[in-house]
């Protein structure tokens, strides 16, 4: 039973670029939220993707955008890249919005030089 | 004020003792509350679950939710050192649609 699938695992970009992250949800799940988790930080939610729509958005500015696709796998997109985005990003899936929890990947790193 | 509040601790505690972990949240609209267990360098792991006022039990893990109080709790029976690592609590205080994190109390269970 697959999990939660995130890529890639680490990434270093320059300040100014832009990323693209992936997710694809556990098998059986049709949601996937997004957050960012700084170090020592809990998890801060950026948006919510379920039937192909952002459902919720979180305190994040525009730069950050996502999509998620008809087969339920999600990107996250960041423009601009500033040092302060360089963070964990979990991705975590579940069913019908995540009444019951979520189930995250193992996560992101980004970090932004 | 933060939606969701807990001490980051560390919290030490010594193996076999009961760890209490706590967590309380502004939103009175929120519905559900999870607990999460991160381990160092992973992601987290959903462990309980708590919609009703009242206690919930899984195993050595309980949960409490007091609505009223606006406060959740985790006890750990029978703490182990694998047992260490920060509690993540969260809720639903912007809809399911948008679960909020608290920062995390760090557990340490010291053998």
């Known amino acids: 039973d697959a999990g939660v699938t995130q890529s890639p695992t680490h990434l270093i970009k320059t300040r100014g670029q832009q990323v693209t992250l992936r997710c694809s949800p556990k098998s059986g799940h049709d949601t996937v939220s997004w957050y960012q988790q700084a170090l020592g930080q809990g998890p801060q939610f950026i948006f919510q993707?379920?039937?192909?729509?952002?459902?919720q958005r979180g305190n994040f500015p525009d730069r950050f955008s996502g999509h998620q696709f008809p087969n339920y796998s999600s990107e996250l997109n960041v423009n601009a890249l500033l040092l302060g985005d360089s963070a964990l990003y979990l991705c975590?899936?579940?069913?019908?919005?995540?009444?019951?929890?979520?189930?995250f990947g193992s996560g992101t790193r980004l970090t932004v030089v | 004020q933060k939606e969701v509040e807990q001490n980051s601790g560390p919290l030490s505690v010594p193996e076999g003792a009961i760890a209490s972990l706590n967590c309380t949240y502004s939103?009175?609209?929120?519905?559900?509350f999870f607990w999460y267990r991160q381990y160092s360098g992973k992601s987290p792991e959903l462990i309980m679950s708590i919609y009703s006022n009242g206690d919930k039990e899984d195993g050595r893990f309980t949960a409490q939710l007091n609505k009223a109080s606006q406060y959740v709790s985790l006890l750990i029976r029978d703490s182990q050192p694998s047992d260490s690592a920060t509690y993540l609590c969260a809720s639903d205080s912007g809809g399911y649609q948008k679960v909020t994190f608290g920062t995390g109390t760090k557990l340490q269970v010291i053998p």
């Open positions: 993707y379920y039937e192909e729509e952002e459902r």
């Open positions: 975590a899936s579940s069913f019908e919005q995540g009444a019951n929890g979520y189930t």
């Open positions: 939103d009175r609209g929120s519905q559900s």
